[in-house]
């Protein structure tokens, strides 16, 4: 942490321009006390921490190779078709998982850089004379969400880590110890709360925070409170409820009648998109669609770019626990499907087409938005909670209207169920959010896995997942602390 601070002191994410918070290049380098003086830099400002979004996503020289792809590889349901080195095969194979893994050292910068940012805008801004009152609420309520998003991320990551509020001023305020889990939750939740009544739009077409994501994401934050780590109980999955049905009843967002509308460029930031990683072609590229084309390349090319991919695929047993009229299964659908040079003839091996750009393939370079945050997240999380609150099974009316909104998209002759059990909405929120880097967090607070081989949701702790060789044990729960950070600060230990 010390590195971090100290860079983080002197440099501010800032971006060319006010309104194209895409382009990545650096304006300038200032220290804070030169800035925030005009309208303009509080407006750059408040876009540079948005950078946080992206940073997990960053790549490497490895071919196909990304820290964001860690939260797939440790669900166990998915494969990397290329060769990997040992930083991946320990999330690969669940195996010999060491606190020197250049993964976590990503992970955390993408936490406390960030945060850094956030804290001295907020510090800044927050008796600032240079904008309207109406103006510095609404930047503020983005930044304030975009911290609780960044702890929220990291806490279920690693536990406890220190909580860090204030600007770095000096050295002197840098090697700071662990928070407790429960005093992270409660400043992620103050975040929040500040952000829901910052004046925000329930919608926001550029791709900035809006209401509808700060409310799902408190929707999201309760339900991690009343499972684990801190179990909370049926008062917080109330409050999960709660929160679902006020984005619900504003009607402001809705399911996407085709799967390929969420890969559809222009439906960007609308419809079901609450939030997303605001990419471009040209000054922000998307790295999803061709690390995630098949290798090797298969008899009859699918790509512009051959031999690029490999970073990502679906397990055959995850894959085929899809129900075969399940839409979501059907060809260039979530799925896409190819035969390698050797294999037999009909047989077929399954990649994911879920983010497919088509624009890639005639530019070679894709600049495809990724979704952070989806409508059929909120919906199924509502679903969830009722059964929770209702002792795992709920007839009631929102609640199914919800599950079987999602459920209906998938299967279109599916008769309305009467009722709805906690397995079977965790079952649908592993098919319908797939390879969205949202699994693993699922399985955390519920502490439940999806044994696809055997159609049933089992206890996480004991269950060996299909691409794994051991099974999970307690000690797989949190990420370790990076030990470069370690080293740098030993109240981390």
């Known amino acids: 942490m010390n590195t971090i601070f100290r860079l983080a002191l002197v440099i501010l994410v800032l971006f060319t321009s006010c309104n194209k918070f895409l382009e990545e290049e650096p304006a300038s380098f200032l220290t804070t006390d030169q800035y925030y003086k ?62 020197s893994n250049s993964r976590f050292e990503t992970w955390w910068n993408s936490t406390y850089i960030p945060i850094e940012n956030c804290n001295s805008f907020i510090a800044n801004v927050t008796e600032t004379k240079v904008v309207s009152e109406e103006k510095r609420n609404r930047f503020l309520g983005e930044v304030y969400f975009l911290r609780a998003y960044y702890y929220f991320r990291a806490v279920r990551l690693f536990g406890s880590i220190p909580l860090k509020t204030e600007p770095t001023q000096n050295l002197n305020n840098i090697l700071i110890g662990k928070t407790p889990i429960a005093d992270i939750y409660n400043q992620i939740v ?14 926001d077409k550029s791709g900035r925070v809006n209401l509808g994501a700060v409310k799902a994401l408190l929707a999201e934050v309760y339900m991690t409170m009343a499972g684990y780590p801190l179990q909370k109980g049926a008062t917080y999955y109330q409050m999960a409820y709660d929160k679902c049905m006020e984005v619900m009843n504003a009607g402001e967002y809705s399911l996407f009648t085709t799967y390929a509308d969420l890969r559809n460029p222009t439906k960007n930031n609308e419809g079901e998109h609450l939030l997303m990683n605001q990419r471009d072609q040209r000054n922000a590229g998307s790295i999803i669609h061709f690390n995630f084309m098949p290798y090797p390349e298969p008899p009859e090319p699918v790509s512009v770019i051959p031999n690029f991919g490999g970073a ?50 005639e530019t070679s370079r894709s600049g495809a938005n990724f979704p952070l945050m989806r409508y059929a997240d909120l919906l199924l999380l509502c679903a969830e909670a009722k059964t929770m609150i209702d002792g795992g099974s709920t007839s009631d009316v929102a609640a199914i209207d919800a599950y079987y909104a999602v459920r209906k998209r998938a299967f279109p002759t599916l008769q309305k169920p009467a009722n709805i059990t906690t397995d079977e909405v965790l079952k649908e929120r592993y098919w319908e959010l797939c390879f969205e880097f949202h699994t693993w967090f699922d399985m955390l607070r519920t502490r439940k896995a999806f044994d696809v081989e055997n159609d049933r949701i089992v206890d996480l702790i004991g269950f060996k997942a299909p691409n794994h060789v051991n099974a999970f044990r307690e000690a797989d729960l949190f990420w370790p602390i990076p030990l470069s950070e370690i080293q740098a600060n030993p109240n981390l230990k």
């Open 38 to 99: 005009t309208e303009d830099q509080i407006q750059a400002a408040a876009n540079g921490t948005y950078a946080g979004l992206n940073m997990p996503f960053s790549t490497e020289i490895t071919v196909a190779a990304s820290p964001v792809y860690a939260l797939e590889y440790m669900t166990g349901y998915s494969k990397r078709p290329r060769p990997s080195g040992s930083a991946d095969d320990q999330f690969l194979l669940l195996q010999n998982i060491e606190n």
């Open 190 to 203: 103050s975040d929040l709360q500040f952000a829901e009544n910052a004046g925000l739009p329930w919608t």
């Open 312 to 361: 990502m695929a679906p397990t055959m047993a995850f894959y085929q626990s899809f129900g075969e009229d399940d839409l979501r299964k059907q060809e260039k659908q979530f799925f896409y499907n190819v035969r390698y040079v050797g294999d037999a003839p009909g047989k077929l091996n399954p990649f994911i087409y879920k983010f497919w750009d088509d624009a890639a393939e």
